[in-house]
């Protein structure tokens, strides 16, 4: 099949990322004491990396389910603003619109704007494809971190530090890739304010809310350093 090939083309480097964030998503859940079906069936239904990481200390500590749906919201409302581009192209469609609504991550977004279709390929059944080979990769890889995490027998200690070691790399890409500092000082800046003014405990949903407002009121400011708005 021409689009799937196609696909598993342009989603290779995708599998090796998912494949070890994964694998280190399902040893976290396997340590905390969750099955392997759970693990499963958590990156089937949910699939939102990052926030998958960040779900399974707060589960372990006890957090409310308001705080767990907040913080979902809030790392992923990025999803919102450049999902919009491709509403009209998922309703095309059809029954696969919900489907690539679910599975439009950072890397799969990335992926369908810039890949060039081939003439004799179907674009929306290679856009499926690549989406759905990016949710099972993901899958795969939590279900063998489980199984390891259930299986295998080996000191775990400081797996968790995977989560920090995650965000610490998208930190130093967004501050090498992008001209505006803007977003990064933002959020330094929330950080430490609500982290000394709230304690460990309080600090991060305040931290969230108060940078996607200030974010809001510095689009203009950003877009024109980064010179995709002018005056």
């Keep these: 099949m021409k689009e799937f090939r196609f696909a598993v083309k342009n989603t290779i480097p995708i599998f090796f990322t998912y494949l070890f ?16 079906l759970l693990t499963t069936a958590s990156s089937l239904f949910i ?29 992923n409302a990025r ?19 919900p489907y690539m609504i679910l599975t439009l991550t950072d890397e799969t977004y990335s992926v369908l704007c810039s890949v060039q279709y081939e003439e004799d390929i179907d674009e929306d059944q290679a856009a499926f494809l ?7 990769y993901w899958i795969f890889g939590s279900f063998i971190g489980a199984c390891a995490g259930q299986f295998l027998q ?20 967004q ?3 992008y001209r505006s500092k803007l977003p990064f000082l933002t959020a330094t800046v929330c950080a430490l304010g609500f982290y000394l003014l709230l304690g460990k405990e309080y600090f991060l949903i305040p931290t969230l809310i108060t940078c996607l407002v200030a974010l809001i009121l510095l689009c203009k400011p950003i877009e024109k350093k980064e010179g995709i708005w002018d005056e």
């Design 79 to 97: 999803h919102i603003f450049y999902g919009i581009g491709f509403i009209e192209k998922f309703r095309q469609m059809g029954w696969r619109y």
């Design 154 to 173: 080996f000191d775990m200690r400081g797996i968790e530090f995977s989560a920090t070691a995650f965000f610490l790399v998208v930190v130093v890409n």
């Design 47 to 75: 699939f939102a990396g990052s926030m998958q990481l960040v779900m399974v200390p707060m589960m372990t500590s006890g957090a409310p389910l308001p705080s767990l749906a907040l913080m979902a919201f809030f790392i």
């Design 130 to 136: 690549i989406a759905m080979l990016n949710h099972l």
């Design 21 to 36: 964030i994964g694998i280190a998503f399902g040893i976290l859940m396997s340590d905390a004491g969750y099955s392997i």
């Design 175 to 177: 501050w090498q890739q």
